[in-house]
């Protein structure tokens, strides 16, 4: 069984490329080329895992996202200064900061109120995300996903959580505006945790985008800690 | 539990016994990290590469066998061609493709052939060879696609025909496992005589249900006792060792038994009439749970024989 330590950066990047899994990924040198098929950023930024400077080799990954009919995007992870200094001077500008969220999954506080599980998604649960913006092909990128997930549902909301070595990832977690204010994001929280708890998986991870203060002041609510970020650079068209 | 390394090369010829004609025999130090099996399956064929961003195809249908290989410390992609595409001409196939990277069309190349996903196989878009060949006669076709990245190689070989006994140049296939840990004989006897047999050979990621690529020769063994008596019933069981609660303990270790039940069922065929998948948690240990290599002991599936005739 996995610990309660908070999981290494290493560990939530494969966690997100296996529990959130692109439709493609191939390399080029040291870059990592992400085929998203509108997914979002998540599965379409390209990353830099080295060796050397990224710049010699930028205009080749800007090629290859074009080819796919992607806009030019990079996912800057945390200690990747240099990089992010490379693709600044090019005119790379910055895209939604991001911060990784973790916390042992049993210390989620029990939900209180009855969720469904169940997978694949059911029809209240697409209406759900479908309202939120996350449409057929965020559903798509669930669907890739190999191993043990679950959609956890209540009236209004709704939230993915996949296992991947260990780790609990949470995805999607979506609250129709009517139906706020109402702890019904707390409740899914806990689900999660109780889901991830019984998959034997230690940690309970998620991401959110440092502007969404609602859901940034949800997660450290319930005692989840910040253990990192990275944030986006889109060469704009 | 420790992950099994399966070795190409050598043990793949050896093992491969007289029924084949051929196998085709990895380099040492192979290790397979993926393998996709459709009974009935179809390919798209790359007959030439990519001309005005379109690869063009032909779709074939049969046995479809999908596999992806790493190699350590690889920097050269004819390196870990050359010698696979000796013996597949030397089986007597004829080439259709043989290209590199830009030759085959670079981006539309990868987009137009099927390969199984990263991290298993991982695809370099600026250095990468592929060699399609087809045996006409038996209807039979093999793609392979080398490519290398940060240090080691990455082969992925599709093979499209008829199934792997009648094939001219079979694929390595169960028999590759490494130490199987016992003959197929010893494997029926002790499960008769003993009613369970530790499946000794599995391999599952940390706090994970899911069950390594295989293949798995306790797997072979145990498809090829059911099939031999459709009467009999089987129930994986899952253990664990002690650290954690109980009840997560109980729920991996009977996820595990599924994952494996659901092995059984996808790649070997046996019928769910015969298997049943169970979680013991911690609670029937083989060794001591106060040392490493207890509790690595600890960490198992077995398989128990539940029919009394």
Known sequence: MKGAAPPAAEQIYAAIDATWPPAAMARLGGWTIREGRGGGSRVSAATWEGPGPAEESLAGAEDAMRALGQTPLVMVRAGQEALDRALEASGWRVKDPVVTYAGPASALPAPGLEVAEAWPPGPEARAVWAEGGIGPERIAVMDRAAGPKVALGMGGGVAYVALHDGLAMLHALEVLASARRRGLGRALMGAAGAWAARQGAGQLVLLVTRANAGANALYAGLGMAQTGGYHYRELAP | MRRAARLGGLLAVLLAGPALAQTLSFPEGAVMTAERQEPEGSYALPLGPAEAGVVPTRRVEGALTMQAWRLPETEDTLALLAPLREQILAAGFTPLLDCETSGCGGFDFRLAVELLPAPDFWFDLGDFRAFAAEKEAEEEALVLVVSHTAGAGYVHLARIGPASEEAALSVPAEAAAA??????????????????????????ETGSAQLGPGPYASLQALARYLAAHPGRQVALVGHTDSEGGLEPNITLSRRRAGSVLERLVSRYGTPRSQLAAEGMGYLAPVASNLTPGGREANRRVEVILTSTE
Do not use: H, K, Q, Y
């Open chain 2, 179 to 204: 130490a199987p840990p016992a003959s197929p004989a010893d494997f029926d006897s002790e499960l008769e005589a003993r009613g369970r047999v530790i499946l000794a050979d599995l391999s599952f």
